[in-house]
């Protein structure tokens, strides 16, 4: 495993910021997004790193964009990673958890599907029998199966506020009704691929979201795709209706945290070593069982 890195050091690039979890470079007419291990729960960042994890999101979305090119072009530039770096130590720090990508101008929502009832989407449907406003039949259980996978769209918060669940009338109002019915339609078809890969590979994809941008006028795919980061996935043998099934992404860090009732404000508690060792196994397991 290599040496974990809570925040990357490249002084011969032009830093625009650091994300929850990205550093970002600008390169001219791309960018550089450098996926560190940082860990970010309820939208807060935490002091220790997990092993590999920069890697692991890189890589599985790296997978992902070249799997769904044929459905939406995404922002991944042809020119090769390793040319950016300056001496053969960068290259072996950096390469394998960074994206060279095209600049692009990013949507104001993030488009969330949904396939099973689960995390907020089951706390709304318990409270108003919806899930961001769209109703769903009576007497539904926790991870149950919808009966065809939802679209719900979010604002873009800033860091360390949470994004907002929105209606589609209201993402259409933000992005213009043309476009957030093409990003609703195409993610359906994103989400439906990622499902039925990960149904493949014995995983159920609960939930997830993308993210998108425009490049001359052509809407593509950006940021990140299908990572535990980005999505929930369950373990098929493991599924029951009724109950939260374990998965591959931070809910395993999130239990740890509502089980000794931190208020969810920064800062953010140092993580025992045996949750970030299994925090880190989890996600090596998911890259392990999707790009097999």
Same mark, same amino acid.
């Given at each position: 495993?290599?040496?974990?890195?809570?925040?990357?050091?490249?002084?011969?690039?032009?830093?625009?910021?650091?994300?929850?979890?990205?550093?970002?470079?600008?390169?001219?007419?791309?960018?550089?997004?450098?996926?560190?291990?940082?860990?970010?729960?309820?939208?807060?960042?935490?002091?220790?790193?997990?092993?590999?994890?920069?890697?692991?999101?890189?890589?599985?979305?790296?997978?992902?964009?070249?799997?769904?090119?044929?459905?939406?072009?995404?922002?991944?530039?042809?020119?090769?990673?390793?040319?950016?770096?300056?001496?053969?130590?960068?290259?072996?720090?950096?390469?394998?958890?960074?994206? &060279?990508?095209?600049?692009?101008?990013?949507?104001?929502?993030?488009?969330?599907?949904?396939?099973?009832?689960?995390?907020?989407?089951?706390?709304?449907?318990?409270?108003?029998?919806?899930?961001?406003?769209?109703?769903?039949?009576?007497?539904?259980?926790?991870?149950?199966?919808?009966?065809?996978?939802?679209?719900?769209?979010?604002?873009?918060?800033?860091?360390?506020?949470?994004?907002?669940?929105?209606?589609?009338?209201?993402?259409?109002?933000?992005?213009?009704?043309?476009?957030?019915?093409?990003? &609703?339609?195409?993610?359906?078809?994103?989400?439906?691929?990622?499902?039925?890969?990960?149904?493949?590979?014995?995983?159920?994809?609960?939930?997830?979201?993308?993210?998108?941008?425009?490049?001359?006028?052509?809407?593509?795919?950006?940021?990140?795709?299908?990572?535990?980061?980005?999505?929930?996935?369950?373990?098929?043998?493991?599924?029951?209706?009724?109950?939260?099934?374990?998965?591959?992404?931070?809910?395993?860090? &999130?239990?740890?945290?509502?089980?000794?009732?931190?208020?969810?404000?920064?800062?953010?508690?140092?993580?025992?070593?045996?949750?970030?060792?299994?925090?880190?196994?989890?996600?090596?397991?998911?890259?392990?069982?999707?790009?097999?």
């Amino acid at each position: 495993m290599t040496t974990p890195i809570h925040q990357s050091n490249l002084p011969y690039l032009k830093l625009l910021f650091r994300g929850k979890v990205r550093d970002i470079y600008d390169l001219g007419d791309e960018l550089l997004l450098v996926a560190t291990d940082r860990l970010s729960a309820f939208d807060v960042v935490f002091p220790n790193p997990i092993p590999g994890k920069g890697e692991i999101l890189t890589q599985m979305s790296l997978f992902w964009f070249e799997k769904m090119k044929d459905l939406l072009p995404n922002h991944i530039s042809d020119k090769p990673v390793e040319d950016i770096f300056q001496n053969k130590d960068d290259v072996a720090l950096y390469a394998k958890r960074s994206m &060279r990508v095209k600049k692009t101008k990013p949507l104001a929502i993030e488009a969330v599907m949904r396939g099973y009832l689960a995390g907020s989407g089951w706390n709304d449907y318990q409270k108003t029998g919806k899930v961001c406003g769209i109703a769903l039949p009576a007497g539904l259980k926790e991870s149950q199966k919808l009966p065809e996978p939802i679209f719900t769209p979010a604002t873009k918060a800033p860091q360390g506020e949470h994004d907002e669940n929105i209606s589609f009338e209201r993402a259409c109002e933000i992005v213009g009704k043309e476009t957030a019915e093409r990003v &609703r339609a195409v993610s359906l078809k994103i989400y439906t691929t990622g499902l039925e890969h990960a149904a493949s590979k014995g995983l159920l994809l609960a939930d997830t979201k993308f993210e998108f941008g425009h490049l001359n006028g052509e809407l593509i795919l950006i940021d990140e795709v299908l990572t535990p980061d980005s999505s929930r996935f369950w373990p098929k043998d493991q599924y029951q209706v009724g109950m939260s099934p374990p998965s591959f992404d931070k809910q395993f860090v &999130r239990d740890y945290l509502n089980k000794i009732g931190w208020n969810k404000k920064p800062p953010a508690p140092e993580l025992p070593e045996e949750i970030v060792e299994k925090t880190a196994q989890k996600y090596q397991e998911a890259l392990r069982r999707l790009t097999a």
